[in-house]
């Protein structure tokens, strides 16, 4: 998910080793919390969970910081001779604020790992102390296409990256919802912007006419947009971006008289999207996502258990991103497992994990990849949003 608001913007990008050695020396204090009940025994290890716990778009990010602790404490309850102590970390999405909880994460608590961050803009950010420092991360949702291209050595996701999402989207619009025009709409960040520009050249590629516009995240009235919409009278709209936005674009789409499909990707993936959006004006509304949210386990058996447990930890039902949140726990929790407690040493216990996820196969490629690129596609009905299937066999409801 890269990712909300002002959420995965990379207003603040530290590149370069030299900037980098800079900002670890300043003497940056970080503001976390600390999750887990293990104490500070010296048979322990630290391991961070950082993105928006507060802001905005917090409802993308609660749900994988729920499911990384599930599986940590589930962890520590087994008693293991070194337990995980959880550490949380609030950017609210911010790439600044993440950069400065990112240093004193590693300079004063010195955590062994990071879960996260959680949207592309502040792993943008963040990145590069990340590597200088040699610790390894793993984010359950950010995924801006050009995070893989870094060269990171350090750095890896347990969630398909939007080049794989949109071509999982130009086979579903096409394909299911036999789309010959597709408006394209982002909030003009990192993340939105990323998304729709890939699916609008994926989908111009299997032969669909396209327009494309931009959309202030901060704005309210959309009117331009909706206007050349009806003007263009697409069969399916997209928009990249998070559901704030998402909400009171496709109200404002019904409201404007627009009758065809209405879509976005894996940050709109909450039920925040049928709030702005207005329950009727949602239904039917299709959204796309390299995540895994299947209580009943269809698509693997060991997703109920885990969807069983989370709602009786948290009194929730799980939600998007949960299930990476737990995998990305997971992959740290082998690591521990096999006695790799240093930073190093777990990030090459990483290259080679081969574990079976709540998800997906926890696997990296080289570049920190995971190794599976499955996307899903999830429609509302009523207040909820479940699963349809693999973008590449669901069909419309």
């Avoid at 790439?95 to 961050?117: C, F, M, R, W, Y």
Wanted: aromatic letters at 8%; a neutral charge.
């Amino acid at each position: 998910m890269e990712r909300l608001g002002t959420l995965r913007r990379n207003k603040m990008r530290i590149t370069g080793a030299v900037a980098v050695s800079a900002a670890l020396a300043l003497s940056a204090v970080a503001c976390g919390g600390d999750d887990s009940d293990s104490g500070g025994n010296g048979n322990e290890v630290t391991i961070g969970f950082m993105g928006d716990l507060t802001g905005t778009d917090s409802g993308l990010v609660i749900p994988p910081k729920q499911g990384a602790l599930l599986a940590i404490e589930q962890y520590n309850a087994t008693n293991p001779k070194v337990k995980i102590k959880f550490k949380t970390y609030d950017s609210q999405g911010k790439p600044e604020q993440a950069t400065s909880l990112a240093l004193g994460a590693v300079k004063n608590d010195k955590i062994a790992g990071l879960i996260g961050p959680a949207f592309s803009g502040e792993s943008q950010s963040v990145g590069p102390i990340l590597e200088e420092a040699k610790i390894p991360s793993v984010s359950p949702s950010a995924t801006n296409i050009t995070l893989g291209d870094k060269g990171w050595k350090y750095w890896h996701r347990v969630v398909a990256d939007d080049a794989a999402q949109s071509a999982g989207v130009a086979n579903f619009v096409m394909n299911s919802a036999k789309a010959k025009k597709v408006f394209l709409v982002s909030d003009n960040q990192d993340y939105g912007k990323g998304l729709a520009d890939a699916i609008e050249k994926a989908v111009k590629e299997k032969g669909a006419q396209t327009q494309n516009d931009a959309v202030d995240d901060k704005g309210t009235d959309y009117s331009s947009t909706v206007n050349k919409v009806n003007q263009f009278k697409p069969d399916v709209v997209y928009f990249g971006g998070y559901y704030s936005v998402a909400g009171r674009l496709f109200k404002q789409l019904r409201e404007g008289g627009y009758k065809g499909k209405m879509m976005s990707g894996d940050g709109s993936l909450a039920t925040g999207l049928i709030e702005g959006t207005g329950q009727q004006n949602a239904q039917g509304t299709l959204i796309s996502c390299g995540c895994l949210i299947d209580p009943e386990g269809k698509t693997n058996p060991k997703a109920k258990k885990f969807a069983d447990d989370y709602k009786a930890k948290f009194n929730s039902e799980v939600a998007i991103y949960s299930t990476e949140g737990f995998d990305a726990a997971t992959a740290f929790i082998e690591a521990v497992k096999a006695g790799k407690t240093k930073p190093e040493e777990i990030n090459e216990f990483l290259k080679t994990i081969a574990a079976p996820g709540v998800g997906k196969q926890i696997k990296f490629a080289d570049n920190g990849e995971l190794a599976t690129q499955d996307i899903f596609i999830y429609q509302v009905e009523g207040n909820k949003l479940p699963l349809l299937g693999n973008s590449n066999e669901a069909k419309v409801s």
